[in-house]
């Protein structure tokens, strides 16, 4: 499978999304959520990510994917809504859902005078399922040292250390806050390598939030889109790319109605360009004068954040 | 679990434990070989002027070094945001409080250990057994009666920690007190308070005089632990809404 899914990307998508039709579970399930910070607030995010699927959150920074994750973890406390982890509310059975989570910060700067060993040694007392084997073959594989002290890690490994704590007592959910951010393209590459590995498992899920949007198109099955604390956008990959698309023509096409068919435009000498996510109004609208380019996750956030930007 | 977290504080900052214990020692140690020096020697007649120097200084030394002891592992979560972290792990946040309170409650315990082990190798190099500084110092009534006031204190101060974080706890707690200190001087301006301040004051030592010792220890002992256990609670409460 492993080699397959190397070799063809979607493989694992096309096969899950056949499961779904039949069974359906959610680890994790948000809805109605707030929280209000006075200069920012978080608004009515709702989403699901069913079992055996990863998730990438995405937006702008400071749209609200950290509180979101911290929210989850109940280290943030919501004022609305509510929050279910493998169905039970991530407060009231806050030990138990937390048992079954391995979380990764995006900065893991705790105890940097520690080596990863006595790291380790601090961590899995905490954990009734720690298995040393499985944190031993992590070490080995993210190829780690275990004598050396944390503040002497780069940040790629660091964030690798940080994975393999999390990942060591059998995990059945990764939530990771900006996993990728600011690692080199080789390492981000090896991160996202490890987390089809992961996923090989169909219990398993994942979230992970990140600005960096090829990393999201590269693995997620699901993409939920969070821009000035609201949820865009929640839909299976797949779904967003049908419904998302770049539009571009001559300047003569618009006009204030055409423009009222797009999220966001940006016009320059040479043309337009604009996102819609009706590509079908829009062809009504613009005709065959105008060409449709399938939108980049990076287009549609640039143009859904043109208005906020605006705005601003 | 309580015994994990609490397990946790020391295996994780062992080093700086260390270091700290041994700053401690280093301090207490000079002071001692200070003391003892000047009272080497027969008695001067200014021996009581030294003893009255003497005495509030171990006081200032022992107090605020087990103080500062005690509150190292809250120093250190704060600064590496290892609260977050832990807050992360399958662990109730009221657990993460109840250990907070009780490895602080054992380095304090642990730092007076320290500074009286300080003492001792001025007092058997000099021989200073003569010395009245230390036949005081070396009393254990002393050293329990420090380590109640830094539980006492701590069980004041720490719902401001847990409620704001420890920068801004120890902020706030130093402005209480500086305000309070503030009233208690403007209140003792009035001759007439501060004479009746002073009266309650001498009936209550008086009243306590008659109290037998043992039941006067466990009798503090007592009321702090109560503290502690009041201020536990405030804690959680805090702690459980706080945001990390």
Redesign the interface.
């Known amino acids: 499978m492993k080699s397959s899914m190397k070799c063809c990307p979607f493989f694992m998508t096309a096969v899950k999304i056949k499961v779904k039709e039949t069974s359906m579970i959610n680890t994790l399930e948000i809805s109605n959520l707030a929280k209000d910070y006075g200069d920012f607030r978080l608004e009515d995010v709702s989403f699901n990510l069913p079992q055996g699927y990863i998730m990438g959150l995405i937006g702008p920074n400071g749209a609200g994917k950290t509180t979101i994750i ?1 929210i989850i ?5 919501k004022q609305q809504g509510q929050v279910k982890l493998f169905g039970k509310d991530h407060q009231e059975y ?3 859902v ?2 079954r989570i391995g ?1 990764v ?1 995006d900065t ?7 080596n990863l060993r ?2 380790k ?3 899995a ?3 009734e399922n720690w298995d040393e084997a499985v944190f031993n073959g992590l070490v080995n594989h993210f190829n780690l040292p275990l004598k050396k002290t944390l503040k002497k890690f780069s940040k790629g490994m660091a964030m690798k250390a940080s994975i393999a704590i999390a990942m060591s007592h059998h995990a059945d959910f990764l939530i990771m806050d900006e996993p990728t951010s600011g690692l080199d393209p080789v390492i981000r590459r090896e991160v996202l390598d490890f987390f089809r590995e992961f996923m090989q498992h169909e219990d398993k899920s994942i979230l992970f939030s990140s600005h960096i949007t090829t990393d999201i198109e590269q693995v997620a099955d699901y993409i939920t889109y969070v821009q000035d604390g609201r949820v865009i956008f929640s839909k299976t990959k797949d779904e967003v790319f049908e419904d998302y698309a770049l539009v571009k023509g001559g300047n003569d096409l618009l006009d204030e109605d055409t423009k009222s068919a797009l999220l966001g435009v940006r016009s320059g000498a040479y043309g337009f360009e604009g996102l819609t996510h009706n590509v079908k109004g829009a062809r009504a609208v613009f005709g065959d004068s105008a060409i449709y380019d399938p939108a980049s996750l990076e287009d549609i956030m640039f143009f859904t954040g043109m208005k906020t930007r605006k705005v601003l | 679990m309580l015994f994990r977290l609490v397990a946790k504080d020391f295996r994780a900052n062992g080093l700086y434990l260390a270091i700290s214990l041994g700053i401690l020692f280093v301090l207490n140690a000079i002071l001692s070989f200070g003391v003892l020096g000047s009272e080497s020697g027969p008695v001067s007649a200014g021996g009581d002027a030294k003893l009255t120097v003497a005495i509030p200084m171990f006081f200032l030394v022992s107090v605020l070094g087990s103080k500062v002891a005690s509150l190292l592992f809250l120093k250190i979560d704060d600064m590496s945001d290892s609260n977050t972290f832990f807050a992360s792990l399958p662990v109730k946040r009221k657990e993460l409080v109840k250990a907070r309170y009780i490895s602080s409650a054992i380095l304090a315990c642990v730092a007076l250990v320290v500074l009286l082990l300080a003492t001792l190798p001025a007092y058997f190099i000099y021989g200073a057994s003569y010395s009245e500084t230390f036949s005081l110092l070396h009393y254990p009534a002393f050293w329990c009666i420090f380590l109640l006031f830094i539980w006492f204190s701590n069980s004041i101060s720490f719902p401001f920690y847990f409620r704001f974080g420890l920068a801004r706890g120890v902020f706030t707690v130093v402005i209480i007190q500086v305000l309070l200190a503030t009233a208690m001087v403007i209140i003792l301006l009035d001759p007439d308070v501060r004479e009746g301040i002073l009266d309650f004051a001498e009936g209550a030592l008086d009243w306590i005089n008659t109290i037998h010792i043992a039941l006067l220890g466990l009798g503090s002992l007592g009321i702090t632990l109560l503290l502690m256990l009041g201020s536990a609670m405030l804690s959680v409460k805090f702690y459980k809404v706080r945001d990390l």
């Open positions: 911290k973890m109940n280290l943030v406390m806050e030990v138990a937390k048992k979380f910060y893991p700067n705790y105890y940097q005078h520690l006595q790291l040694n601090v961590v007392p905490f954990y």
